[in-house]
């Protein structure tokens, strides 16, 4: 298991391989300048994705490994408490790990339900690349990492162990977006070649029950890509984002035309009107790209940031645009 000091050194690493290493943050418009390479990653911790992907994307490597080697970094951060280890388990205790990736030409891998694994992400591409079938879940899903040469290794810290314990002394299930600082990384790019690619990883709400599977590794919800028209990720409550198929509904709207922006917007309201007796504290956010390069983002609520990389600006922080305030 890697360590704090060998995190903390290959974050390093993988940061000092921007153009433009410096975490700044800008207020996103809505309309961005098509580019490629380019590497767009929900949240905070997609900051450090980015950093790792653009090593990839900058040296005309495939979007497809980019978003693999992005996400792993959360994944590998014991202070990331909603991405693989160090996630916040469920409410039995256990950390169980859901993600999938997808690329230019359909072809795809996800895994749910895994416990004991680092990087379910990599075990998600061996599923698409070494197997007949899209999803792997639970034992079976271990049982592959197991046998493709992953290690077993415990995923709860202490720190998530401690709070675990105190929750339940009240065992109140009341998942809160933004505040409880719960929630996956999906990253998308676009390589120099011309390629898409996507990828999400979570460690799943907070205190779940046992067995509850979100939208991050069903493709069409959590991500979808489509190498001709453009590629979308999802972030907040799975279940919203599973009623409206959201990330494949966002491509459909760009393949009609609508703007990155434009078309996370529609499937954000269309997530708000078929969820009217659902709203308290309800928050989903969207993350698109399209085959220009150009990107976009809309949220249920504010708070919802992604990091951007491109040749232009660097490596930098934007906030998406929103229907509400909290």
Known sequence: MRTRREFLKFSALTSAALVT????????????KGTKPIMISTWNHGFGANAAGWEILNKEGSAMDAIEAGVRVPEADPNERSVGYGGLPDRDGKVT???????????CGS??????IMHPISVARLVMEKTPHAMLV???????ALEEGFKEENLLTPKSEADWKEWLKKSEYKPVINIENHDTIGALALDAQGNLAGACTTS???YKMHGRVGDSPLI???????????????????EAVIRTAGSAMVVEQMRNGKSPKEACEI????????????MENLQVGFLALNKDGEYGGYSIRSGFNFAVVDNTNGNRMEDASFKMKW
């Open 21 to 32: 290493p410096q975490l700044s943050t800008f207020a996103f418009s809505g309309k961005s």
């Open 97 to 107: 790990l859901d993600a999938c990736i997808m690329n230019h030409k359909y072809e």
């Open 111 to 116: 895994v749910a339900f895994l416990e004991d």
């Open 138 to 144: 639970g034992e079976g899903a271990k049982q592959f």
């Open 204 to 206: 799943g709400a907070a």
């Open 220 to 238: 069409g919800a959590g991500l979808f890509v489509d190498g001709e028209i453009g590629a979308a990720c999802a972030t907040g409550l799975g």
């Open 267 to 278: 499937v954000v309201k269309r997530i708000i009107k078929t969820h009217q007796d659902k």
